[in-house]
């Protein structure tokens, strides 16, 4: 490779390449106050902690950036046939804008190919290169100051596009390129126009002084930077940081170019594994069987942050959990914690209730696409013992722009593999409900959220090769949320959240693996905000129905029936034809429980949890866990017919 010009020059291509000089600046955040102006949201006011520790770094070589992003004119030069992705959903079609749905190899491979064109080494920027240069010598949120600059903005708030039921298309903006002022040292759109790729690999920041530092040597998450169009300004600013998954292509992210030989040096990753990935047993062990007797015993708390928690875990809000049984015998569950729950700094959190322990383990971090919404996640064990977890990943901040990741654990969760987009776009119907079943056919089958709102129904995903493709059937049950189990001939049976009928609960059932559906009224009361119910089969045959009510007439302890409020249990023995409700699932000699976000309540004989997000699963022992946002409770089915007169 030859040399590149000394000073600023146009390619080939007609690219503007701008020199930036050697030197010293401090990457990160100092963790100072942001202005209000910057951000309103208190648990931002002081910066994201993987901003943290600011550190001195020297870039001992300079080398050149191109002043603008690369267009779609100067991409396609390298790859014609990305222009058949101008003008998706809307965005980027001049020949002058932003290139977007482009992937990080992509931008790799067109950097390679620009390369061998002229004869120079041309690459992607590294991070801390993509730093120095925004920053252009300044040292405040963004290189014009203290504060966002309003005039620049390309629609610079939470975006829920193209959802239809919260978004417009005027949220289309135009991405052309340089149409802003240039920051001092001559380089355009550094805060916002679209994200950028850069080389690195994510990584927290080590401790300490660096020179010409390079990410670590691999990862999960490539680095972008620089914010983009559609989202709050508060991520635009020089030091915030963002990752993706190397595969991943939206309207949200592009690349600029560097031109220099590297001159890095690796960092070598400081942080442990967390807790749950610790000293994992491996043998296959069973868990002890349930009793014969009925069996119920006192709900244990699995969520463990400690109080006052900013990041990447949070004490604000934990919510939505996924559990599963590891060969092991094993418990490992999952959820999402954040302040906010269609906030960028959701992260996907997990605890592990090894078997024979008598509590879960505090909670630590699990999976974190860097600013990016994780809304909900899913478990399912295959038959020989592969962990598979699926995980709604937002193309920028909300739900509703999604696609589903997959992850896999031969190891009980020891290990798991990178993430794997089996989406083939961000859009609805994305969002993983925990209660995978593998049904009879062989096909693996995941409900989704099927909208972003409280009514709208549930989609489901299906498998029929083990997990390696996907497809929707393009139907939806009733209701969101919705538990999912086989009935007798091949047919689902769906329950769900929101579009009651006649003043229930829906009660959906497709024949043809979700492609088509009816719809009846279930006998239970419709549930609310903040609620989720949980369905699945018992090894002993019956299917196991919990969920909320107000007010429900359950059997109680002296033979007579009574009225009472919260989580109850139903069991039907007739594929779901008929319902019958066993009991409230509280512990009847009283005390205060926490439900979600911390907030108690009385369990006693008429009271139980008011609410949460319900996952259930039957262990190999044959005891029931039924996971609330909160609590963990156990029992068997002797318990629940206790009542019933079937014990």
Sequence with gaps: MGNAPEGAFTNSLGMDMVPVAAGEFVMGSRGEALPESVTPRAHLRHGDVDERPAHRVTLSAG???????????????FDPSHRELRGKLGFSTGDDEAVVFVTWDQARRFCEWLAEREGLPYRLPTEAEWEHACRAGTATPYWTGAAWPEPYGKNQRRSWYPDPARSSDDEVVELRVGRTPANPWGLFDMHGNVEEWCADWYAPYPVGDRVDPMGPDDGEFRVTRGGSHSTEAYYLRS?????????????????????????????????????????????TRPPAPTPDEPW???????????????????????????????????????????????GRETSVVASRLRLGANGWEPAELM??????TEESNAFYRADDGTLFQWICLSAAATWGNCVIVQRTSSDNGATWSPGRIITPDHGLRHMPIDGVIQHSSGAIVIPCDAVTGGHGGTALQVSTDGGETWSDPGGKAAGIHAGIVEIDGGRILALGRGDDIDGHMPLSVTDDLGATWEYRASPFPPIRGGQRLALIRLAEG??????????????????????????FAALSYDEGASWTIARLVSDEGGGEYETTDGATFPMSTTSAEPRGYL???????????????????RFNLAWLEERLGRG
């Excluded at 196991?544 to 429900?552: G, H, P, Q, R, T």
Aim: with cysteine.
């Design 296 to 342: 119920f015993a006192p709900p244990l708390k699995y969520v463990h942050i400690p109080s006052g928690s900013q990041g990447p875990l949070w004490s604000h809000h934990n919510h939505v959990p996924a559990v599963v049984e590891c060969p092991n015998g094993d418990l490992l569950a999952a959820w999402y914690s954040c302040v906010e729950e269609s």
């Design 367 to 372: 999976w974190d696409a860097p600013d990016r």
């Design 239 to 283: 030091a915030n940081r963002m990752g993706a998954l190397p595969g991943e292509r939206s309207w949200y992210i592009g690349f600029r170019v560097a031109l220099g030989e590297p001159a890095g040096r690796r960092a070598t990753p400081t942080t442990g594994l967390p807790l749950h990935q610790r000293d994992v047993a491996q043998a």
């Design 615 to 633: 996952t259930a699963i039957q262990d190999r022992g044959g005891t029931i866990h039924l996971l609330s946002s909160r609590l963990h409770y």
């Design 542 to 567: 019956p299917l196991f129905f919990a969920s909320f009510a107000d007010e429900i007439v359950v059997p109680g302890p002296d033979e007579q029936m009574m009225t009472a409020s919260g989580l």
């Design 63 to 77: 080398f050149h950036l191109s002043a603008t992003e690369v267009t779609n004119a100067q991409y396609e030069a």
